[in-house]
């Protein structure tokens, strides 16, 4: 990969060398039909697809965040027809913990077994001999859950040891189930639910950038009320850009750990998000937009 930089600054995985720009791209909106809200089955544009992963990687993109249960299986598969051979120092990003029902649920998938395979299914899907990074996913869509998970999270440190993973993060988790996790392994990065609105992670996201672990936010428009996203419109409207892209800014300037992931099937959609490190925030403003999220 060439040595070209996006704006926003970049980051590196603590104990490694993965150094990767702030902003990221998510695959997971590559997959499924128009309309289809489940994440499920082929895109209904297959060239259009591989161009947005093309795209991504010729603006500088160095970091993807996958899954095989997108799909299932078709995000992983298009990254591969898109990109493989990979393009050196870009770092692909996955999870494990769940798969797919026949009717497009996302049930757990958490016993050792299924640790296993779903992690050589991302390897031979993806055309790897080794994941940079594997995040096992514990809690739900919005938030942690209360459960078990030394199993899984050892089946991980496992594949680590074998040098099939070289790095651990965690998806949906509390502040003690990091906590518990550190003593099974290291962990590199958090992916949880986290935006301008929905603030719970706050003193997390603190603790991490104490400790150099990575905090990856998904749905930076996500659980929005009504009056949130009008109070975002009128801050975009201010500063003559979309509300997208304003969350994603303040996200970049919320802290140096945290690494954005925002996710499109269209390619002009794909340049404005990138566009959002260029978007140079004020104090006033920025007093503004955490007044949104005031009480979340």
């Not at 309309?35 to 993109?61: T, Y």
């Not at 899954?67 to 990003?93: C, M, R």
């Not at 640790?115 to 594997?134: C, E, F, K, P, T």
């Not at 499109?264 to 490190?277: C, M």
Request: aromatic share 6%; glycine share 10%; charged share 20%.
């Amino acid at each position: 990969m060439t040595e070209q930089s996006i704006p926003g600054g970049t980051f590196t995985f603590l104990s490694s060398s993965l150094t990767v720009n702030r902003m990221g791209y998510g695959a997971m909106q590559l997959t499924g039909r128009d309309g289809d809200k489940r994440i499920w089955g082929p895109p209904r544009d297959v060239p259009g697809a591989l161009a947005v992963l093309r795209e991504a990687i010729a603006a500088g993109v160095n970091h993807i965040d996958t899954s095989d249960y997108y799909g299932p299986y078709v995000t992983n598969q298009l990254i591969k027809e898109a990109l493989h051979p990979y393009p050196e120092g870009l770092v692909i990003v996955t999870k494990v913990g769940a798969r797919r029902g026949s009717d497009g649920s996302w049930p757990h998938a958490r016993s050792r077994q299924e640790i296993l395979s779903a992690v050589h299914d991302n390897l031979r899907n993806l055309g790897l001999d080794a994941m940079d990074v594997v995040n096992l996913r514990l809690g739900g869509f919005m938030g942690p859950e209360d459960a078990p998970f030394e199993e899984p999270l050892t089946a991980l440190a496992e594949l680590k040891q074998q040098g099939l993973i070289r790095h651990i993060g965690l998806s949906t988790v509390s502040a003690a189930q990091l906590a518990e996790a550190q003593k099974i392994t290291e962990i590199v990065c958090i992916q949880n639910f986290y935006n301008v609105a929905q603030r719970g992670d706050d003193g997390l996201i603190d603790a991490l950038a104490a400790q150099g672990i990575a905090y990856v936010p998904y749905f930076p428009l996500g659980g929005f009320s009504p009056l949130q996203s009008s109070k975002l419109d009128e801050v975009a409207a201010l500063v003559g850009a979309t509300a997208m892209q304003v969350a994603l800014a303040w996200l970049l300037r919320r802290s140096p750990n945290v690494l954005l992931i925002p996710g499109t099937s269209s390619v002009g959609h794909l340049r404005e998000n990138l566009a959002a490190a260029t978007l140079e925030l004020t104090e006033e403003i920025v007093a503004e937009l955490d007044g949104i999220g005031a009480g979340a």
